[in-house]
């Protein structure tokens, strides 16, 4: 018998890099496998993109965690929230479903990594997952990326216009004008958020973000939303030629290398 030819994957996030990619990747690899790890805590604004890209690019979506989400692994943990340390969240509701999706078999992941980031695209350290970088290959960096959406007439998803990651409405790497403008868009999910915090049971204080409990973070709002316009207004002036979309995602992207959860992000 002939050896199992490699499957080849892609993983949406419901970000833009990834969806650019199967937009790229949709024509030039037919059998493409997509999935999307549902951890149960996204914005519903992902689950609508995600029907979009399903429906525009006509492809299949395989959603994996559908029954072991957030919650279940936080009792797992004993109730100890994850954070930039103590990740288990990147591992038990991304990678680990991802593991299971492609089991013992050969598999080619595309990841949506642009030339213009110097991060690495480690996703698992199973042997049998090779990862590919297209965006590298062909040296497509931001501005490449959102031309690709923006020709295939998919856009970018609507929480672009006040979050600049796709991911856990709770993420821990979100910034603070994010959570701002959580509390806005969905009161509901701050509030969540801010019982997480409050029934954090290590015994130490816990905060989402750095420094300051949501509670107090909220009571900063407006000092938070006017160095938001700052920074915003310090970008329109150093690039001017760029778009508003474009802007907006400089000043909420922190080019930050140690960011861990490219699965979730991209
Ligand atoms: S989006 Fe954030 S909170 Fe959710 S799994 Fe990824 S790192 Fe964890």
Redesign the pocket.
């Not at 709770?170 to 790497?173: D, G, L, T």
């Given at each position: 018998m002939g050896k199992t030819p490699a499957r080849h994957i892609l993983g949406l996030s419901g970000g833009k890099d990834s969806t650019a990619l199967a937009v790229l990747m949709h024509r030039e690899v037919p059998q493409m496998e997509y999935f999307f790890c549902d951890?149960g805590?996204e914005l519903s604004e992902t689950y609508e993109y995600l029907e979009r890209i399903r429906a525009r690019l006509g492809i299949k979506i395989e959603y994996l965690n559908a029954e072991r989400d957030?919650d279940f692994w936080l009792g797992v943990y004993g109730g100890v929230l994850?954070s930039p340390n103590v990740?288990w969240?990147?591992r038990k509701?991304?990678i680990e479903p991802l593991e299971k999706f492609v089991g013992d078999g050969q598999a080619i992941s595309y990841i949506g990594i642009r030339a213009d980031e110097n991060r690495d695209g480690y996703i698992s350290a199973k042997s049998n997952i090779t990862p590919v970088y297209p965006f590298k290959e062909r040296n497509l960096r931001k501005p490449d990326i959102l031309r690709i959406l923006d020709d295939s007439g998919l856009g970018l998803p609507s929480y672009y216009q006040w979050r600049s990651r796709s991911?856990?409405y709770?993420?821990?790497?979100q910034r603070k004008y994010e959570w701002v403008m959580l509390a806005h868009e969905h009161p509901d999910l701050f509030q969540k958020a801010v019982e997480y915090e409050q029934n954090h049971k290590d015994g130490r204080t816990y905060t989402w973000t750095q420094g300051e409990t949501l509670e107090e973070l909220i009571a900063r709002r407006d000092e938070i939303l006017a160095e938001h316009e700052r920074s915003l207004y310090r970008e329109k002036k150093i690039n001017t030629d760029r778009t508003l979309a474009e802007i907006l995602d400089n000043v909420l992207d922190v080019d930050n290398d140690e960011l861990?959860?490219l699965?979730?992000?991209l």
């Open positions: 951890t805590k957030f994850p990740r969240c990147t509701l991304k991911g856990c709770f993420c821990f790497f861990p959860c699965v979730c992000h």
